[in-house]
């Protein structure tokens, strides 16, 4: 906020017009700050690739600014990776576990094919033979 009031004023001052802010820093330089805010080596140069065009247009604070968030936005990115991952491990341990149950329901399946083959046998068996009060459950 600060930054860009100090801006405003500074370009009330000038005219309307802010000269552009020479950057020194380039993008080894850039990986190696992203690399010190604990980025891997990986992530931290494509990061640095696609940040360097942008501080040639800062002050140095601002420059510092965009590091520092580059850097916080990677550690989201880093957390959100983890919770995928765990998300992903539950998902197969879930689809596992579905697996299971589909397996012990076509067992039972099974089973109760033959038991009602088995109840059809003695209905049939059953109807040609005198009744002896006996009970079929």
Known sequence: ????VWRRNLQRESGGAIEPFECDLRAPDIRS??????????FSSGLAAQIEPRM?????????????GAALAAE???ETD???ARSLRGLREVERMMGA??????KL??????LAAYVRRMKTSGASAPDHGRTLH
């Open 109 to 114: 399946d099974e089973v109760l094919e033959v």
């Open 82 to 84: 983890r919770d995928l």
């Open 76 to 78: 989201l990115y880093r």
């Open 56 to 68: 040639a247009k800062l002050d140095r604070s601002a420059q510092a600014a965009l590091i520092e």
């Open 101 to 106: 149950f589909s397996g012990e329901l076509s």
């Open 33 to 42: 700050l992203l690399e010190a805010r604990g980025i891997s080596a990986d």
């Open 1 to 4: 906020m600060r930054f860009m």
